[in-house]
């Protein structure tokens, strides 16, 4: 028999205008991720996400594989990212999941484990902490959510808009996380290991503080491929798939 498993994406940017990113998340949802006990989507689930009531037909089979899954016996676990910050537990009911806050620490098969979109320790991406900060402000989110559905609609496809033409000039991965400022923060709240996505890089790090081991995992986005963790209570594994046909 083999151990339980907990599993962890992030960056999917699933979006219309991505169906076939769409069709391989269904994919790994209906084909790899039932052998985890958990799945955890680390934020930028959705490339924006703007309210419960604006219309997401296109991403029906999507909800409709996450409630498989989730009926199946796999807890799915969905943080918010910078894309899809309005998110809440009321998101998650559609295919009942669990609403996970960013910095959320988790006992991870033994190991006390700092689960984080990544976003707010690129210290140095400066324009982008500022927009983080604006959207941290919870009177700015409920103002946001009460503007009429036309509104918020259109707010979106200029923000998608203008990010696509920012991800002409750069990419999300030229920023990396200050690892200085993180260390300090899992040193204050006693973390052996943390998980993240955002830098859009898969990766996984060690480092030693005093006699102390600390791991850093970082998920990829999904584009022509895709790299998923898979954490045991033995081993810790970043694995690749391709997807076959990427718009």
């Keep these: 028999m083999s151990e339980p498993a907990s599993f962890f994406v992030a960056?999917?940017?699933?979006?219309?205008?991505?169906?076939?990113i769409c069709a391989?998340?269904?994919?790994?949802?209906?084909?790899?991720?039932?052998?985890?006990?958990?799945?955890?989507?680390?934020?930028?689930?959705?490339?924006?996400?703007?309210?419960?009531?604006?219309?997401?037909?296109?991403?029906?089979?999507?909800?409709?594989?996450l409630s498989d899954l989730s009926n199946a016996g796999t807890k799915v676990y969905v943080m918010p990212g910078n894309r899809d910050f309005l998110m809440d537990q009321s998101f998650c009911d559609r295919f009942k999941g669990h609403y996970l806050p960013d910095n959320t620490v988790i006992d991870l098969y033994g190991k006390r484990t700092l689960l984080t979109h990544g976003d707010r320790w690129c210290i140095e991406d400066r324009a982008h902490q500022r927009f983080?900060?604006?959207?941290?402000?919870?009177?700015?989110r409920k103002g946001f959510a009460r503007l009429p559905s036309s509104v918020?609609?259109?707010?979106?496809?200029?923000?998608?808009?203008?990010?696509?033409?920012?991800?002409?000039?750069?990419q999300v991965k030229d920023f990396d996380l200050d690892w200085a400022s993180l260390l300090a923060f899992m040193q204050e709240i006693d973390c052996d290991w943390v998980i993240h996505g955002h830098t859009h890089q898969a990766k996984k790090l060690s480092h030693m503080d005093g006699s102390r081991e600390r791991k850093r995992m970082v998920v990829s986005d999904w584009g022509e491929e895709y790299t998923y963790l898979k954490v045991t209570a033995s081993d810790e594994k970043?694995?690749?798939k391709h997807i076959a046909s990427v718009s």
């Design 152 to 170: 918020r609609q259109k707010m979106a496809e200029r923000l998608r808009l203008k990010s696509k033409q920012k991800h002409r000039k750069r």
């Design 11 to 20: 960056d999917t940017h699933l979006e219309a205008d991505q169906l076939d």
């Design 132 to 140: 983080r900060r604006i959207t941290d402000l919870s009177l700015l």
């Design 24 to 65: 391989a998340f269904c994919d790994f949802l209906r084909k790899l991720a039932p052998e985890a006990e958990a799945l955890y989507i680390l934020g930028d689930f959705l490339e924006f996400y703007v309210g419960q009531d604006l219309p997401m037909t296109w991403a029906d089979p999507v909800w409709q594989a």
């Design 238 to 240: 970043l694995i690749t």
